[in-house]
């Protein structure tokens, strides 16, 4: 197991999560139903799942396309979504 892969992803997600709408989600939703534990439960199975769809769709994009073109266009899809919350009409 290469750690320094671990652990480069782990604080890379963790660092990204830190003050995300996610933890406004949970925070409310805990609130709400005062169940921290199926909250907590849910969350960690949520984020599993879309993790699980991301680092797939991930190695399935990186056999065609080299980590160059991935990092623009995560870039520029990144700007793309900042603009659309930006002047996106609500």
Known sequence: MDLRTFFASFMAIFLAELGD???FANLGLVAK???PLLVYAASV???A???F???SLGGYVSRF???RALKIGSGA???LVGLFLL???E
Do not use: C, M
Request: hydrophobic letters at 45%.
């Open 53 to 55: 769809l991301t680092i």
């Open 65 to 67: 396309l080299p980590e």
């Open 77 to 79: 899809l990144f700007f």
């Open 33 to 35: 139903t005062k169940s």
């Open 87 to 89: 002047f996106g009409k």
């Open 49 to 51: 799942a879309v993790s």
């Open 21 to 23: 709408k996610t933890q």
């Open 45 to 47: 199975l949520a984020y």
